[in-house]
T-cell receptor, first 113, second 114 residues
């Protein structure tokens, strides 16, 4: 399978704990996106990388959220001091520079107790 | 945040019927995308549209990019039970620079009665 993969698929944590999610994009894609989705809503943009450079961040991305893509391949999204309001599906997508059509991974479902 | 106007919000149809849903925006888009999402999964790309007026088919699915660049529709013909799910439209703004994010509708929930 050469699609976008995300790990873990599910994460349950207690409020105040830190969590980290990983995304592996489609191998030839140099753009990578993180979105957050809550029930009944479409995905909300969080941040976007072109290669290793983080080019855009949403105002939704508070200082408790940080994303990295150190070698321009996989990316991690870390949430520090989780709050119950962080409970959501976190989606990763990737695209190529030429076509920029975003393909999504299966998501990581975060539940903060 | 900015959202697209997607309608209808939900549909309940009989197997074999045709389905139509659409999205409108006050902004001009340079790309329209249609995705299907099953519960607990990520959105799966159905059709991508890149030019105003473009009409594209993918099996029983047909989508069009409106000539004003502010709307798109998706049709599903001869629906089957596995068409059940939530359908999202998404648009990419026509703008320069680093803005690559997608703007999303709220989804159309489709139920198909066998």
């Amino acid at each position: 399978d050469t699609g976008v993969s995300q790990d873990p698929r599910h994460k349950i944590t207690k409020r105040g704990q830190n969590v980290t999610f990983r995304c592996d994009p489609i191998s030839e894609h140099n753009r990578l996106y993180w979105y957050r989705q809550t029930l009944g809503q479409g995905p909300e943009f969080l941040t976007y990388f072109q290669n290793e450079a983080q080019l855009e961040k949403s105002r939704l991305l508070s200082d408790r959220f940080s994303a990295e893509r150190p070698k321009g391949s996989f990316s991690t999204l870390e949430i520090q001091r989780t709050e119950q309001g962080d409970s959501a599906m976190y989606l990763c997508a990737s695209s190529s520079f030429s076509l920029d059509t975003q393909y999504f991974g299966p998501g990581t479902r975060l539940t903060v107790l | 945040g900015q959202q697209l106007n997607q309608s209808p919000q939900s549909m309940f149809i009989q197997e074999g019927e045709d389905v139509s849903m659409n999205c409108t925006s006050s902004s001009i888009f340079n790309t329209w995308l249609w995705y299907k999402q099953d519960p607990g999964e990520g959105p799966v790309l159905l059709i991508a549209l890149y030019k105003a007026g473009e009409l594209t088919s993918n099996g029983r699915l047909t989508a069009q990019f409106g000539i004003t660049r502010k709307d798109s529709f998706l049709n599903i013909s001869a629906s089957i039970p596995s068409d059940v799910g939530i359908y999202f439209c998404a648009g990419q703004l026509k703008s320069a620079g680093n803005n690559r994010k997608l703007i999303w509708g709220l989804g159309t929930s489709l139920a198909v009665n066998p």
